[in-house]
């Protein structure tokens, strides 16, 4: 996810944004695609990370949140590259940091959340195939072998790169049980933090 903002705003890095949500004070805050969203879920960790409260404005979707931002109706979003990215060109959006762990290919000159000083504003959305409990071993391997040899062909590297999506293929079933996890633990604990409740 990136890190947006309305292209007009007068900050140019995730420092400057703060002064200027701090100085907005109560009025400050944010949009998402929608309760327990991942844009809900990051915003929360940001408004955690800098010691204040922003509003939050969910919307339907991202299809109504990134044109409310790109209008000036909310001070920020944090987004997939894919939702903003028809609002860069015309400077309507800009962003300001992306919430990776490194810095995106396609985006060398957007600083991550970590090197902004906000290790804590990370979320990563991942996908994975999972079997039935006492799913024999070697079927399991072989299994996450030839789907792990798919995804890193070239041509979808290519194509998942396109939409804004990078492959990060586990090293092993094992790895990517305990990745599930301890997500299970970290993520359960921002959903609270949030108050993100199911309706």
Do not use: C
Request: glycine share 14%; aromatic share 6%; charged share 15%.
């Amino acid at each position: 996810s990136v890190l947006a903002i309305p292209g007009n705003l007068p900050v140019q890095n995730v420092g400057e944004l703060i002064a200027y949500l701090k100085k907005k004070g109560d009025l400050a805050n944010y949009a998402s695609q929608g309760i327990g969203s991942g844009g809900h879920l990051l915003g929360s960790m940001f408004a955690a990370s800098i010691g204040m409260q922003l509003t939050h404005v969910p919307y339907k979707g991202g299809g109504q949140a990134v044109p409310e931002v790109a209008a000036g109706r909310n001070d920020l979003i944090f987004s997939s590259l894919a939702s903003v990215r028809n609002f860069l060109n015309g400077g309507q959006i800009r962003l300001i940091a992306a919430t990776s762990k490194a810095r995106m290919p396609e985006l060398p000159n957007v600083a991550t959340m970590t090197e902004a000083g906000h290790p804590s504003v990370f979320l990563d959305v991942w996908f994975g195939l999972v079997g039935p409990a006492g799913m024999p071993p070697a079927v399991t391997r072989t299994i996450h072998d030839a789907v792990g040899r798919a995804l890193n062909a070239p041509e979808v590297v290519q194509k998942m790169a396109g939409l804004g999506l990078y492959v990060g293929t586990s090293k092993s079933p094992e790895e990517f049980g305990e990745m599930i996890r301890s997500e299970v633990v970290r993520v359960g604990a921002i959903i609270k933090q949030a108050g993100a409740v199911a309706n």
